[in-house]
Structures are given as C-alpha cells and as structure tokens.
C-alpha cells in the first residue's frame, strides 16, 4: 500500500493560486494512477483530476478545467495539483488518492488516502 501525505495547502483571496503536494511512500509510486478529490462542508467528497502514471494524461471535473492543473514528479515520489483563479466555492479540504481498482472519478475505487489539506478562499 501506498502512504500519501498532503502539504500546501492555506488561506488565499479570490483570484489568487496555491499548489498542493501529496507525497507518497511505499510501494513504487511511478506506477500508479493518482487522483485529487474534495470535500467541502455540508457536500459530499467530489472528484477533482487525475493523472496516469506518468503525468501524460489528466482529467478535471468540469468546475475547475482551465484553472486546476494535476502533474506528479514520479523522481520524487509527488504528485502536485496546482490551483489557480480561486473562487469561494474552491474552498474544501482537498485530499490525493492512489491506486484506483475501478474508476478514476470515484473515491470509492482508490486503495490509499491521504490525510487532506485545507483550502480556503475568501471573498
């Protein structure tokens, strides 16, 4: 199993960009799809992006494409989920995944989780 620990994460105003970390130990990371989700008060954990093993392929739920962009280091066993043009309803705790058994846009399917990272973005 894969160990996966969230970093980056912080308050910022509307417009502004943060990059979250989540790095992973373990079993080889390199070989992994990796997911980010969220989970913002009072809604459930929703799908953000994931990327393929080697960063070459990704997808965004539809709320964050062009601004969201998911990208993994496999040297350094990280994968990162740059933010930017925040909006208030961007605000959740935004969690990695690792090793999805079924599909990629559900949380269900990833074997391993990290902790989370809280962003908030006020108005």
């Known amino acids: 199993q894969v160990q996966l620990v969230e970093s980056g994460g912080g308050l910022v105003q509307a417009g502004g960009s943060l990059r979250i970390s989540c790095a992973a130990s373990?079993?080889?990371?390199?070989?992994?799809?990796a997911g980010w989700f969220r989970h913002a008060s009072g809604k459930e954990r929703e799908f953000v992006a994931h990327?393929?093993?080697?960063?070459?392929?990704?997808d965004y739920t539809d709320s964050v494409k062009g601004r969201f962009t998911a990208s993994r280091d496999n040297a350094k066993n990280t994968v990162y989920l740059q933010l930017n043009s925040l909006k208030p309803e961007d605000t959740a705790v935004y969690y990695c995944?690792?090793?999805?058994?079924?599909?990629?846009?559900?949380?269900?399917?990833?074997?391993?989780w990290g902790q989370g990272t809280q962003v908030t973005v006020s108005s």
């Open positions: 990327v393929n093993w080697d960063g070459s392929i990704s």
């Open positions: 995944a690792a090793d999805p058994l079924g599909s990629y846009y559900e949380p269900s399917s990833y074997v391993s």
């Open positions: 373990g079993r080889p990371f390199r070989t992994y799809t």
